[in-house]
C-alpha cells in the first residue's frame, strides 16, 4: 500500500520544523513533497541580522542542508512557487505548471514586509528586510558606502540599522512613536537604547512620520510630514510585517487578517493545516519564533495522529539581536491603577529593569543592559505563582537570590521545569535537551548542539546547556570533555571567540564582564588567551595588556630556570652575515653570557642573560641591524631554509629568497602557539620541511605547500595542502593558512592539533577551493601585519616602553 | 614620618603607581630578593621572590586575584598568606607592607 502524501508549501522555519517534528514522531508516514519559493535550503531567518553585520555567514544559519531533504526522502522543490491549491481535486499547482497530489496539506506560507504606500516607495534603492536577497542588496549597497534611512524602530529596523552601521553606512532611524520599539519596551529602556545607538553613531528621529520617499530613477533620500528632508542612498522599509495569507485565501478557505486555524493548526478544510506567521489563532497573529514552534508541534501531533500538546496561545518575549545591546521584555508592562512596579537602575552600569507585578503575580517584565535574568523571569510570568511577601525584596535581582540566599546554579537549573525554554533561538526546552541526552547517550556540548540546535545559534546559552548535561550524566560527566577555557568559565574557546567579536568586546575586562567570569580578573590560562583572542580580532583596535602576557611575551626573551633569559636574534631565513656575527660576538664578551648555541631553527642563542640587562643587549644587536627572533613568543618562530638554486646543484627553486619573503611578511604576527616554517629547495628536503607547522617543498613545477607538521611531543609528517606554480601564489596560500590559524585556533593549540579537531578538508576547502576566500584571508592577514611589525626590542632598547620591566624598585631610604 | 613605627624596620621603598596594576616589581634590601606585587583591586603585598617549588621568581609571573602564577611551573602562590594554592604544598615568606596615600614602605620585621 502506498503511503499517503503530504505537501508543504513554504520551506521556512516553520515548514522544516513542521516536518522535523514530524519525523520524530512518525518517520515514515507520509509520502512528503516540499515548495520553496526561495531558491535555497531552509535557513534560520531570525539570524540574517548577524549576517547583515557581518557577524555570522549564510553557512553559519542554514538549519537543514540539501542533505537533510534527501536523507528523510522529502522531494524539495526549491525555487518553485505555487500558483494554486484545487482543494477538490487535492491538487497543488506549482508555478513551474506540474501538479501534485495531496491528502495532507500543510500551509507555511510566512508573512510579507509591509510597505507603506507613501510616494516613491517602489523607487529602486528602497529595500525591505526578510529574506537573504534583501541581506545581500543591502550589503551591496553598503560597498559604495554613503547614508541609509532605515523607516521603522522597531525590532526589525533596529537590527537592520545596526547592520547597515556596522557596514560603514551613515544610518538614520526614522520612527513614528515617542520612543523606539514602544511595543516591547518601556520609555526608561528605550531612552537608554536611543543614547547607545547615538553614541554608536546613528541618528534616530522619533515622532517623524514619513511623506515621501523622493528621487529621479532611484531613491535620493526621505522627507517627512515637517519638511525635514534626510538624503539617502538606500531607504530600508522595515515596519512590520502582515500574513501571506492571499494563496489561502484564493483557494476559498477562511482568512481574515491571517488564515484561520483551531487549536491543532487545522484550517476551515480539515486536510488542511496550517503554521507559522501566515496564520491567526484566536485572534492574534505572531511574529515570533517561539510560539511558532509550538505550533509545529501542534501540528506534528495531528499529522501523526499522536496524543501531543496542542497551542493555545503563548505569552511571547523579545531580544533584540544587536550586538553589545541587551534589551529584553516579556509580558504585560503597561502602567496600571492596581500594577505595582519594582525598578532597579544602575546608572554607571547602563542597566534598567522594571518589573510589574498585578494581584502579586509577575505579569511583566523589561531590562536593559542586565537580561541575564530573561529566562527566569518570563518563566515566572508564565507560571503566574504568586510572587510571595518576603520574596519581593529580592525578587528583581533574579534567580540567584530567589529565596534570599545565593543557590548554586545548578540546583537553579536543577528546579527549572521541563517546559522552561533553554535556547531562544532555537525553542529548545529543558525537557527536550534531558530527553535527548538520556535517549541519544550525549556526553558533550557538541552533541546537544547536533541532536536538539540548542546553543547551536548565538550561543548564548551554552553554560545553562552544560549545566544540564553535569545534571544528567553526574559524574560521568567530564568537565575536560567540554573543553571550557579555565574555571573562570563555563564557555569553550570556539564560543569566547564568536561572542568577542558578536558583542565587539574588545578589552580583556569587558569580556569578563559580558561572558560573566567567574573570577574578578582572571587566572594565569584564560588571561593571555584572551589577550590572544581580543588582539587577533580587533588587529589596530585592541591594546595589548602586558601583564596578561606570559613573562617571555612581557620581556621578549626567554625565561631560564635560575631565572636568566636567552635572546635569540633574527636571522632571516637563517642567513647572517660577517658584520653580525661580530656584533653577536662583541655582545657576548661586553655581557658575559655564559653560553652561546646554535637553535635547530637556524638561529643562535645567547643564554644566561640578566634580565637588567635585556634592553642593553638589544640595543647593541639593533645597532648592527637586528631585530627581535620572537623565540620566546605563541607568534612566528622561525623559517628554515636550505640553499636552493643559489648554490645546490639539485635545487630547483631559490628556496632561500622564499624563506626570507616569508619571514618579512610573517615577523611580528601573534598566533594561538608558535608557528614554525621552512622552504626546502628540492624534494631531498635539507630544510625538513615535511614536519613544520607550515612547510613549503619546491619542485621542478612549482611549490608543494604542505601544513601541520610537528616534530616535538608528537612526531608528525605534514598534510599536503596544495601544488602551486608561482612564488607569489606560494607567499599567499601560507599567508591564508596562518590567518585562519589566527583566527580558528584556540590558545596553545598548535597547527596539527587545529587541523585535526577541525580537519584537514575543512581548511583545504577554505583556502584551496574558494580563491575569495584565500584571497579574504591574505589581506586579513596582511592587514593584522600592518600593527604588528615593529620591533619590540628596539622599543624597548630605546624606545622606551615598559622600562619599569627591566629595573628592581630603588628603595629611597629607611624611614626615619 | 608616623612615630608609631620603629624606624630600623620600616624602608620606603618607592610609590604604588610605579608597581604595573596586576603586576610586580622587584626590589633587594639587606641582601634580600622581594617581590612587590600590586592586584587589580590596587592592594599591594610583598613576599620573598622564589617560589617554594624550585625558586622561580615570582615577580615574573601573571598576578590574577590574590595570587602570582610562577612563571616557571605554574604552581599558584597565595599573596596574602604566601601558601601555594591548591594540590601544592610549599610557603614563602610575607613582608608587612603600609600604603601611605601611594609611598609604600616596607617591614624586614618577622
Redesign the interface.
Known amino acids: 500500500m502506498s503511503k499517503p502524501k503530504l505537501v508543504v508549501i513554504g520551506n521556512g522555519m516553520a515548514g522544516a520544523r513542521v516536518l522535523e517534528d514530524l519525523f520524530e514522531l512518525a518517520p515514515d508516514m507520509y509520502d512528503v513533497t516540499m515548495f520553496g519559493a526561495e531558491p535555497r535550503p531552509n535557513y534560520n531567518r531570525i539570524m540574517l541580522s548577524p549576517v547583515l553585520a557581518g557577524e555570522s555567514t549564510f553557512d553559519d544559519i542554514v538549519i537543514n542542508d540539501l542533505d537533510w531533504y534527501r536523507d528523510h526522502d522529502v522531494d524539495l522543490k526549491l525555487g518553485v512557487a505555487v500558483d494554486g491549491i484545487d482543494r477538490d481535486a487535492k491538487i497543488v499547482r506549482g508555478a513551474d505548471g506540474e501538479e501534485t497530489p495531496y491528502d495532507k496539506l500543510v500551509l507555511a506560507t510566512g508573512s510579507d514586509p509591509f510597505i507603506i504606500p507613501v510616494p516613491g516607495h517602489d523607487l529602486p534603492g528602497v529595500i525591505t528586510f526578510r529574506d537573504l536577497d534583501d541581506v545581500d542588496q543591502m550589503l551591496t549597497a553598503c560597498k559604495s558606502g554613503g547614508r541609509a534611512v532605515v523607516i521603522g524602530g522597531g525590532l526589525l529596523g533596529l537590527e537592520a540599522a545596526h547592520g547597515l552601521s556596522k557596514n560603514g553606512m551613515d544610518v538614520t532611524i526614522i520612527h513614528l512613536m515617542d520612543t523606539l520599539m514602544e511595543r516591547q519596551l518601556d520609555q526608561p529602556a528605550g531612552y537608554l537604547l536611543e543614547k547607545e545607538l547615538s553614541n554608536r553613531g546613528m541618528q534616530v528621529l522619533t515622532k517623524a512620520n514619513t511623506e515621501e520617499i523622493f528621487g529621479d530613477d532611484k531613491v535620493e533620500g526621505v522627507r517627512l510630514k515637517d519638511g525635514r528632508e534626510i538624503p539617502a542612498e538606500i531607504v530600508v522599509m522595515a515596519v512590520g510585517i502582515r500574513p501571506n495569507s492571499a494563496l489561502a485565501k484564493t483557494a476559498g478557505l477562511d482568512v481574515e487578517r491571517g488564515v484561520l486555524v483551531d487549536d491543532s493548526m487545522t484550517t476551515s478544510d480539515a486536510d488542511i493545516l496550517s503554521v507559522g506567521e501566515c496564520i491567526q489563532h484566536r485572534g492574534a497573529c505572531y511574529g515570533l519564533v517561539a510560539p511558532i514552534w509550538d505550533m509545529c508541534r501542534a501540528a506534528a501531533g495531528k499529522l501523526a495522529d499522536a496524543e501531543g500538546p496542542m497551542f493555545e496561545g503563548a505569552e511571547v518575549s523579545t531580544k533584540l539581536k544587536v550586538s553589545g545591546v541587551d534589551v529584553f521584555s516579556a509580558g504585560d508592562f503597561a502602567d496600571g491603577e492596581d500594577r505595582e512596579e519594582i525598578v532597579f537602575r544602575d546608572a554607571a552600569r547602563g542597566v534598567y529593569k522594571r518589573l510589574v507585578l498585578e494581584d502579586d503575580k509577575l505579569i511583566g517584565a523589561v531590562m536593559y543592559g542586565d537580561t541575564a535574568d530573561g529566562a527566569y523571569f518570563f518563566q515566572r510570568i508564565k507560571d503566574a505563582e504568586p510572587v510571595e511577601p518576603d520574596e519581593r525584596e529580592t525578587l528583581i535581582f533574579g534567580q540567584s537570590f530567589a529565596g534570599g540566599a545565593p543557590v548554586d546554579p545548578m540546583a537553579a537549573v536543577a528546579a527549572l521545569p521541563d517546559e522552561a525554554e533553554i535556547c531562544g533561538c532555537n525553542g529548545v526546552s529543558k525537557g527536550k535537551i534531558v530527553t535527548a541526552i538520556g535517549e541519544k547517550g550525549l556526553t558533550d556540548i557538541d552533541g546537544v548542539r547536533a541532536c536538539t540546535k540548542a546553543s547551536s545559534s548565538c550561543g548564548t546559552c551554552t553554560g545553562l546547556v552544560e549545566q544540564l548535561l553535569a545534571l544528567s550524566l553526574g559524574d560521568a560527566f567530564d568537565a575536560n570533555a567540554v573543553k571550557t577555557m579555565c574555571g573562570c568559565t563555563d564557555l569553550g574557546h570556539d564560543e569566547v571567540r564568536r561572542l568577542i567579536l558578536a558583542k565587539e568586546l574588545k578589552s580583556v575586562p569587558a569580556v569578563m564582564q559580558e561572558l560573566n567570569w567567574k573570577t574578578s580578573c582572571g587566572c594565569a590560562k584564560c588571561r593571555p588567551a584572551l589577550n590572544y583572542y581580543l588582539l587577533a580580532s580587533w588587529p589596530g583596535e585592541y591594546v595589548d595588556d602586558a601583564q596578561s602576557r606570559f613573562i617571555n611575551e612581557r620581556a621578549h626573551a626567554n625565561i631560564q630556570k635560575d631565572g636568566t633569559f636567552s635572546v635569540v636574534p633574527r636571522a632571516w631565513g637563517g642567513m647572517t652575515t660577517s658584520s653580525e656575527l661580530r656584533a653577536i660576538a662583541d655582545v657576548v664578551d661586553k655581557f658575559e653570557i655564559p653560553t652561546v648555541k646554535y637553535t635547530g631553527g637556524q638561529r643562535i642563542d645567547m643564554l644566561g642573560v640578566k634580565k637588567e640587562d635585556l634592553p642593553a643587549v638589544w640595543a647593541d644587536l639593533n645597532a648592527a641591524g637586528m631585530v627581535s627572533g620572537h623565540a620566546y613568543g605563541k607568534s612566528l618562530r622561525t623559517v628554515k631554509t636550505c640553499v636552493g638554486t643559489d648554490w645546490c646543484r639539485f635545487g630547483t627553486q631559490d628556496s632561500t629568497g622564499l624563506g626570507i619573503k616569508l619571514e618579512k611578511m610573517m615577523w611580528g604576527s601573534w598566533t594561538p602557539h608558535k608557528v614554525k616554517l621552512a622552504v626546502s629547495g628540492c624534494p631531498r628536503n635539507c630544510a625538513e620541511a615535511t614536519c613544520k607547522d607550515i612547510g613549503v617543498v619546491c619542485v621542478d613545477s612549482g611549490y608543494e605547500i604542505h601544513f601541520a607538521g610537528a616534530a616535538g611531543m608528537h612526531v608528525k609528517a605534514t598534510e599536503l595542502l596544495c601544488n602551486v606554480a608561482t612564488e607569489e601564489e606560494a607567499l599567499e596560500y601560507c599567508a591564508a593558512v596562518m590567518q585562519l590559524y589566527r583566527e580558528q585556533g584556540w590558545y596553545l593549540e598548535r597547527i596539527y592539533k587545529w587541523a585535526d579537531r577541525v580537519g584537514v578538508d575543512k581548511i583545504q576547502a577554505q583556502i584551496v577551493e574558494d580563491d575569495s576566500n584565500r584571497l579574504k584571508l591574505f589581506e586579513r592577514f596582511l592587514f593584522a601585519q600592518r600593527f604588528a611589525q615593529d620591533d619590540p626590542w628596539a622599543e624597548r632598547a630605546t624606545g622606551g616602553v615598559a622600562a619599569h620591566e627591566f629595573a628592581p624598585l630603588e628603595p629611597v631610604a629607611a624611614a626615619e | ?1 608616623d612615630g608609631n ?1 620603629m ?2 624596620q ?5 610609590r604604588a603607581d ?6 610586580a ?5 639587606a641582601g634580600k630578593q622581594i617581590g ?1 606585587f600590586k ?3 590596587g592592594e599591594v603585598f610583598a613576599l620573598d621572590n622564589q617560589c617554594p617549588h ?4 615570582l615577580t ?6 590574590t595570587g602570582v ?1 610562577c ?2 611551573h ?1 604552581w ?1 602562590i597565595d599573596l596574602q598568606s604566601g601558601k601555594a594554592r591548591g594540590a601544592d604544598e610549599g610557603c614563602v615568606r610575607t613582608y608587612r607592607i603600609d600604603n601611605r596615600d601611594g609611598r609604600l ?1 616596607l617591614s624586614l620585621a618577622e
Open positions: 614620618m613605627f624606624s630600623d620600616w624602608v620606603e621603598i618607592g610605579q608597581i604595573p596594576t596586576r603586576g616589581r622587584l626590589v633587594r634590601i612587590v592586584t587589580a583591586g624550585k625558586k622561580g621568581p615574573e609571573g601573571i598576578v590574577h586575584d602564577t612563571p616557571l605554574n599558584v614602605f
